[in-house]
């Protein structure tokens, strides 16, 4: 069965970006990891000692505005939670880690290469949440 356009090209956008920080020297520890029942990490990732969460936000185009203006307040608060859990796994509290959203503006089949942006530390930890 196939799957439906908007999850074939959230897939294909992820494929994108976890290439684009690859060859950025980003090491790559996880792809669609999930924390809990509810929450999903599009990309974890290192980039020296720090810890990457990257939240990978795939559009056509930007004819609707950029597709980083999608992680809202809601977004951003899940994505907190889902990173709290994961760092509380690695019982190392103490670990430096940020939030990055990486855009790819393109279509799957086209024939250019989409459009790639990377935007570091694109947003704080929610401040409901804290680590020990």
Same mark, same amino acid.
């Given at each position: 069965?196939? &799957? $439906? !356009? #908007?999850?074939?090209?959230? =897939?294909?956008?992820? +494929? ?7 060859? =950025?020297?980003? +090491?790559?520890?996880? &792809? !669609?990891? #999930?924390?809990?029942?509810? *929450? ?12 990457? /969460?990257? &939240? ?10 950029? $597709? ?19 760092? +509380? @796994? ?6 430096? /880690? !940020? %939030? ?6 393109? @279509?799957? *089949?086209?024939?250019?290469? $989409?459009?790639? !942006? #990377?935007?570091?530390?694109? %947003? $704080? ?8």
């Amino acid at each position: 069965m196939n &799957e $439906p !356009r #908007h999850l074939e090209t959230g =897939k294909w956008g992820e +494929k994108i970006a976890a290439k684009y920080l690859k060859k =950025k020297g980003y +090491k790559l520890l996880g &792809e !669609r990891v #999930h924390i809990g029942t509810r *929450d999903e990490l599009d990309l974890i990732a290192r980039d020296g000692e720090i810890l990457v /969460f990257v &939240e990978v936000k795939t559009r056509a185009s930007e004819k609707y505005g950029s $597709p980083a203006s999608s992680v809202n307040r809601h977004k951003r608060h899940t994505l907190s939670r889902a990173a709290v859990r994961y760092i +509380k @796994k690695l019982r190392n509290p103490r670990i430096c /880690f !940020r %939030f990055d959203v990486v855009e790819v503006i393109g @279509k799957l *089949d086209a024939a250019e290469p $989409p459009v790639v !942006r #990377h935007i570091e530390n694109a %947003f $704080p930890l929610d401040a409901c949440y804290t680590l020990p």
